[in-house]
């Protein structure tokens, strides 16, 4: 099973236990041990403190090891945070920065189209995957973005394992969604949207360093599923969604 | 002989004795429950390697506690030696803790759950009549906790010395607290079921509490077993330490 961790994240990371810097060497060696090939990863800072500062070092970060990929945290233009989303895009592609983030909860912005549709709308035209945390947008918010922009690919990352009663329905609907499942620790879960939906829309994922990937890499491993549906899981979908071998 | 790591990246069934401390049976109100029912839980069992499943159903935290104790025991006997069902107790009810505990023991049933859904301190006079059970028979206490409300069990494992208090979601919030109580009553355990899989959470806990006093715990159906047990499966632990948290430890507890 070759595993494509679709969250994970360097820098401060805080646990019940204990707050730490975690580093790209960390993050390496923790791949190694839990048997992780490669991880789209994202830095704290572009979270925390501010998108620009944070992508940059990012990039800083893992330069030179093509196990980790970027994924840059963006803000709508409006206030001069970020280069119009045309140029934005461009650059994107200039750095191969294959897949974004967005926080609209934290950074205090609308995922609607009055605010963020120019920038959704240049995502979709250059089919770059879209992540966003579960708690950072509700799922009507979700629903409507996956409507307005169906050639997006949107990740809905660290999703609560209570919302199947929404998630069947919201995912036939929209199957440009994806869903992440490091928090999705429902008991037969993947079996049943496997069952319901098919493989297509899952992709594996840690949360690392916040999470241990050892509970990620059992739920997959042991799920009742068949080995092509696993390995789509486990790294053929999300390859697929950042246009990679 | 393949290490527990390398047998959980491969998804292969386990061969040592896993016995998983703290289970639950049905559905739940607040989300459908998959294939919940004592058959779709001994799949998963049998998938993982999971020997017993020891189990406080739904229905007896919160709704309806006969209901959920009979449930449980109905199980049992249809999967003898696979379920091991706790005796689920409710102090709002004059006929919830001892009566419940009594009628219960007739059917074979031993071990107590707790919950503070129930609204009630945990060191009050209902609960303290069951734990007088628990303690008189050295039974197990599974104690739904989160955080800072464990502390209350320090004095509870003083009062009841041959109770055995299993902490449930230990380290979920307050990580130092749960520590300090595995450290200074011999009687208090620490069950890992959480859905906050946290990172070095099971190393943090052998390291300062020792692996003898960590027990496996998953929290499924309401949860995932197969995701839970990785935690423990995949740390960097060693293999002894594992084989005690993963069921060596809940062996000697209940007595199996």
Same mark, same amino acid.
């Given at each position: 099973m070759k595993l494509f961790d679709a969250n994970a994240s360097v820098g401060v990371s805080t646990t019940s236990a204990r707050t730490k810097h975690y580093t790209a060497q960390d993050l390496l060696a923790d791949m190694d041990h839990f048997g992780i090939e490669r991880a789209l990863v994202y830095h704290d800072l572009s979270k925390s403190y501010d998108p620009a500062v944070g992508n940059e070092r990012l990039m800083e970060t893992i330069r030179g090891h093509d196990r980790l990929l970027p994924c840059w945290a963006l803000l709508p233009h409006h206030s001069g945070d970020m280069k119009e989303p045309r140029s934005l895009v461009r650059e994107l592609r200039e750095r191969d920065v294959r897949a974004v983030r967005l926080y609209p909860k934290t950074h205090s912005f609308s995922l609607a189209e009055w605010c963020c549709g120019e920038l959704l709308g240049e995502l979709e035209q250059a089919r770059l995957p879209l992540l966003l945390e579960s708690d950072e947008a509700n799922l009507d918010e979700v629903a409507s973005l996956a409507a307005a922009h169906p050639n997006l690919p949107v990740v809905l990352c660290s999703?609560?394992?209570?919302?199947d009663r929404c998630i069947y329905p919201l995912f036939q609907k929209h199957r440009n969604l994806h869903l992440e499942l490091s928090w999705y620790s429902v008991h037969r879960g993947i079996e049943t949207f496997c069952v319901k939906l098919g493989a297509e829309q899952l992709l594996f994922g840690t949360r690392i360093p916040t999470f241990t990937p050892g509970a990620a890499v059992t739920h997959l491993s042991y799920a009742e599923i068949s080995e092509q549906q696993r390995e789509m899981i486990a790294s053929g979908n999300l390859r697929k969604l950042l246009g990679i071998q | 002989m393949s290490s527990l790591t390398d047998k959980a990246k491969r998804g292969e069934k386990l061969d040592c004795l896993v016995i998983d401390a703290h289970c639950h049976l049905g559905p739940w109100p607040n989300f459908p429950v998959h294939e919940g029912d004592a058959a779709g839980m001994v799949r998963v069992m049998d998938r993982i390697g999971i020997a017993v499943a020891c189990v406080a159903a *739904?229905? +007896?935290? +919160?709704?309806?506690f006969v209901l959920g104790n009979d449930l449980a025991h109905d199980a049992s006997k249809r999967f003898p030696g696979r379920i091991l069902p706790y005796i689920c107790v409710n102090p709002n009810f004059d006929d919830g803790c001892l009566a419940e505990v009594e009628r219960c023991m007739a059917l074979g049933m031993r071990n107590l759950k707790v919950h503070s859904i129930h609204g009630k301190p945990y060191d009050c006079d209902a609960y303290r009549k069951a734990y007088e059970v628990a303690n008189r028979l050295s039974w197990v206490v599974l104690a739904h906790t989160w955080g800072k409300d464990a502390q209350v069990f320090e004095g509870l494992a003083a009062d009841y010395p041959r109770a055995k208090f299993l902490l449930a *979601?230990? +380290?979920?919030?307050?990580f130092d607290l749960y520590v300090q109580l595995a450290k200074k009553r011999e009687n208090i355990y620490l069950d890992l079921a959480t859905s906050y899989v946290y990172y070095d959470l099971v190393e943090d806990f052998v390291r300062r509490a020792g692996a003898e006093k960590v027990l496996m715990g998953s929290d499924f159906p309401f949860i995932c077993a197969s995701q839970q047990i990785g935690k423990v499966l995949m740390a960097r632990i060693s293999e002894d330490d594992k084989l005690q948290i993963l069921g060596l430890n809940a062996k000697r507890l209940f007595g199996l």
């Open positions: 999703i609560s394992y209570r919302l | *739904h229905a +007896g935290i +919160g709704p309806d *979601h230990s +380290g979920v919030a307050d």
